[in-house]
């Protein structure tokens, strides 16, 4: 599966690449990312695709017929919560076997030289990429939570860090028992998830895991589905780190920054008068970093070729991270 597939074919037409003012030289960022005192970077599921995830809108392969965004949803865990989990199984397990990229060494890198002060991490991704390139914990907020987090449907029971996998007898993921559920699925669920009442569910409820607290309740993906409220005091530490003081720079990297209040950081730092730098493999898409201006920043290419490169200059070579103490991969293509 290409580095950059995606969970849900995506069938938007194809646009014609967007004119855009922004600089793509390096150089200029290098000068702007070493004077800036404070920088903000916002993650998509891009930062991880050339460690081989799927990002959030494809779904290669087995996935192909669903739509990650009509399965990350609570009325989809209720319709269907058997699919649900297969669909977390799935990335748990994928994410699990898949390395940090150098594009997670060199913003892990950055947020040391940088401080704490001077540089914070917004991810979008929950597949716990960047916590294993020691991305300096107190500079990584997670805004949609982790894969690897549990939570119960019913009681307020919370588990963080269960990285068992399988996490559970019915979530054993075999590619073609999986494929052979999912296709099962989708003849019963004809309609889409969010308004299917699934007659045969893919899964028995008594055989999907349930809360040890309170013993009744589903256990359900511990991550923020659409329609649910992003972690309070999350969004209050970012609040405070984006209330101390003004933004010089805003990374915008691998993600189509659609998914609100995500990315209105983006926003929220270009208002105060920030530069934004993309990074991105296709810059047809970028939601609201899309009106670069030419003082900002443009890097069409992989994120995990990019970041090294343009961070450089501040971070050094990241050797330590080429096959040597961090299993980084270099990006692919
Ligand atoms: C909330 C976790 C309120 C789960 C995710 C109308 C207008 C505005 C907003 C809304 C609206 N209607 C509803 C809303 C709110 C809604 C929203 O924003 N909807 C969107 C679709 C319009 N938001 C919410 O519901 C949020 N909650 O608002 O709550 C509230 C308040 C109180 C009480 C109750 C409720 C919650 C949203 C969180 C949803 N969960 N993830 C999971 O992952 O399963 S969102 C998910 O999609 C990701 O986390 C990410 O945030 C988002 C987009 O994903 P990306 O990371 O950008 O990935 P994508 O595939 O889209 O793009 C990949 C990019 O990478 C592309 O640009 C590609 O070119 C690039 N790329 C590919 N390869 C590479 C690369 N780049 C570099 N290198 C490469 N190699
Ligand atoms: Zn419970």
């Not at 922004?22 to 000068?31: E, Y």
């Not at 989809?76 to 060494?105: C, I, Q, S, T």
């Amino acid at each position: 599966m290409s580095s950059s597939t995606s969970f849900h074919q995506s069938s938007r037409q194809q646009k014609p690449p967007k004119r855009s003012w922004a600089s793509t030289s390096v150089s200029d960022f290098q000068a702007v990312l070493k004077s800036s005192k404070r920088v903000l970077a916002l993650c998509g599921a891009g930062l991880s695709a050339s460690s081989g995830l799927e990002t959030f809108r494809g779904a290669g392969g087995m996935w192909r017929n669903y739509k990650a965004s009509a399965l990350a949803t609570p009325e989809a865990f209720e319709n269907d919560p058997g699919l649900v989990w297969l669909f977390y199984a799935y990335r748990r397990h994928k994410a699990l076997n898949a390395k940090p990229n150098m594009g997670h060494y060199a913003l892990a890198e950055l947020a040391r030289r940088k401080g704490e002060e001077g540089f914070m991490c917004l991810s979008q991704n929950i597949d716990g990429l960047s916590q294993r390139a020691n991305h300096p914990a107190a500079q990584l907020k997670l805004l949609h939570s982790s894969l690897f987090d549990l939570k119960c449907f019913s009681c307020p029971y919370i588990e963080k860090d269960n990285f068992s996998d399988p996490l559970h007898p019915s979530l054993i993921i075999d590619e073609a028992s999986i494929t052979a559920r999912l296709s099962a699925a989708s003849k019963t669920n004809k309609k889409s998830l969010s308004n299917s009442t699934s007659k045969s569910p893919t899964i028995p409820i008594d055989e999907l895991p349930h809360c040890p607290a309170c013993k009744t309740g589903l256990l359900r993906p511990g991550v923020v589905w659409f329609d649910e409220s992003l972690p309070k005091q999350t969004l209050t530490e970012i609040d405070q780190w984006i209330g101390s003081g003004l933004i010089d720079l805003c990374l915008v990297i691998g993600t189509t920054a659609q998914v609100y209040p995500a990315a209105s950081y983006v926003q929220v730092a270009s208002k105060e008068g920030a530069r934004i730098a993309v990074v991105n493999m296709d810059s047809r898409e970028l939601g609201s970093a899309g009106s670069l201006r030419s003082v900002d920043f443009l890097f069409e290419g992989d994120a995990a070729r990019v970041l090294p490169d343009i961070l450089g200059g501040v971070v050094g070579g990241l050797e330590e991270f080429c096959g040597g103490g961090g299993d980084g991969e270099r990006g692919s293509g």
